[in-house]
């Protein structure tokens, strides 16, 4: 496999992907963030000596004869996707060629501001965009933008862009320990996701080593910050080894917890005792909830909420 393309590779949000690199040979991004696993760059507008749409299709033909299931061919970066030259007329070939895939993007999404990006990324079936911070001093800190990027003109063309855009939408947020894990940044954050409306917000924290020194924040604080916002499905990213107890559920305990918010299968899993997850079944089977996959996670939802 060359350096365009990469994998498949499991994803736990999204399933076999595989992946396209838009930006093979250095870092090329808008944002230099605090969390970045890349080493740090200076951010850049432009992604400089771009593989030729030519040369990703057809590296992208080969590996979808080589790989079967393939769920969703994602379009990605050694920074941010958008910034590749030719965008649109990649994601037209990609869309004739992507047969049951989904083609999905994985963005900071500082380019959303532009009505011509929001324009090319509504042919995509999933876009994820980045929204760590809703506030400008937070946004500089984690995010450290090209200069001029203002996180109010972002949240204004990710608003536009949902207005035309009605296929999955993700949003990313990324949690540092001391920048953007106070009440004051997630419920600043509430009030634009509540307006937005995504299909789906993903909530993680420091992983794998980054660039910078960063702290992660602990799980249970990452659970206390996605009851802030909205009611919308939360998919939280648990590390592989965490475990809690498990709680044992009254029927009327799950259908409120799941009115609040639809419960992922991975918060069940968590979770739920072996008692509460047999009620949950139950409920299921008799029509009080019923299961619904978004942009690749399952969620348990009321079943008048479809
Ligand atoms: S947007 Fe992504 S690639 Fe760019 S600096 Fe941030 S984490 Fe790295």
Redesign the pocket.
């Known amino acids: 496999m060359n350096k365009i393309v990469f994998g498949p590779i499991t994803s736990r949000r999204f399933g076999q992907s595989l992946g396209i690199d838009l930006s093979p040979d250095a ?1 090329q ?1 808008n ?3 605090i ?4 080493k740090g760059a200076k951010p850049v507008d432009t992604i400089q000596n771009p593989p030729s749409v030519q040369k990703v299709v057809d590296a992208v033909k080969e590996a979808l004869l080589k790989y079967k299931d393939i769920d969703v061919i994602t379009l990605t ?4 996707p958008t910034l590749y030259p030719h965008l649109q007329e990649l994601i037209q070939e990609l869309n004739s060629i992507k047969k049951d895939s989904k083609l999905l993007i994985l963005s ?1 999404g500082a380019t959303s501001s532009s009505k011509q990006t929001r324009e090319i990324l509504k042919e995509i079936d999933i876009v994820k965009l ?1 929204l760590d911070c809703a506030t400008q001093r937070c946004f500089n800190k984690i ?1 450290r933008p090209l200069k001029g990027l203002h996180v109010e003109d972002i949240v204004q063309g990710i608003r536009e862009f949902r207005k035309i855009y009605s296929k999955e939408l993700v949003i990313e947020i990324l949690v540092v320990a001391g920048i953007n894990d106070k009440e004051e940044e997630f419920e600043a954050l509430r009030t634009i996701l509540k307006e937005i409306q995504p299909d789906r917000i993903d909530i993680s924290t420091v992983d794998r080593p980054p660039a910078y020194d960063v702290k992660s924040v602990s799980i249970p604080r990452l659970k206390e910050l996605a009851g802030i916002l909205s009611s919308l499905p939360i998919s939280l990213a648990y590390k592989r080894d965490y475990s809690e107890e498990k709680r044992d559920f009254t029927k009327e305990e799950i259908l409120n917890m799941i009115d609040k918010r639809p419960q992922s299968f991975d918060d069940v899993h968590i979770s739920f005792s072996t008692k509460s997850i047999q009620i949950l079944e139950q409920l299921v089977e008799e029509n009080f909830l019923h299961v619904k996959s978004v942009a690749g996670v399952n969620f348990y939802k009321l079943k008048d909420r479809a």
């Open positions: 870092k991004c944002f230099d963030c969390y970045c696993e890349l970066a050694n920074g941010e900071n980045s995010d």
